[in-house]
């Protein structure tokens, strides 16, 4: 059983940075691959980054491509997200996810394909 905490959001300013992290207990991190979720009121959760247990593999969303950028530390059993430019349509609650085996495909992208999950933390950006 994996335990994710996602920690690191607030409320910012449009144009502003912010880094989210999320710490993982409770199994072997490396053999992992970690994900970004989000979701906004009244929206279904939706992809956000996923990264492959050796960081060797990155996938993103469009919406966020080029002001995103997921990482991991396997020693310190953590992986992040930073986000640039904010814009207020990046406002939600960001969920940080694993998977033993990262779905191919649009599976990638689909929650119910993923196993464990953090209770989130929400990112309000303000215009």
């Known amino acids: 059983q994996v335990h994710l905490v996602e920690s690191g959001g607030r409320l910012v300013q449009a144009g502003d940075s912010l880094t989210l992290s999320c710490a993982a207990s409770g199994g072997t991190f490396s053999n992992y691959a970690m994900g970004w979720f989000r979701q906004a009121p009244g929206e279904d959760r939706a992809f956000v980054e996923a990264i492959t247990g050796s960081g060797s593999i990155i996938y993103y969303a469009d919406s966020v491509k080029g002001r995103f950028t997921i990482s991991r530390d396997n020693a310190k059993n953590t992986v992040y997200l930073q986000m640039n430019s904010l814009k207020p349509e990046d406002t939600a609650v960001y969920y940080c996810?694993?998977?033993?085996?990262?779905?191919?495909?649009?599976?990638?992208?689909?929650?119910?394909?993923?196993?464990?999950w953090g209770q989130g933390t929400q990112v309000t950006v303000s215009s």
């Open positions: 996810a694993a998977v033993g085996l990262l779905p191919g495909g649009s599976r990638r992208s689909d929650p119910t394909a993923w196993d464990y």
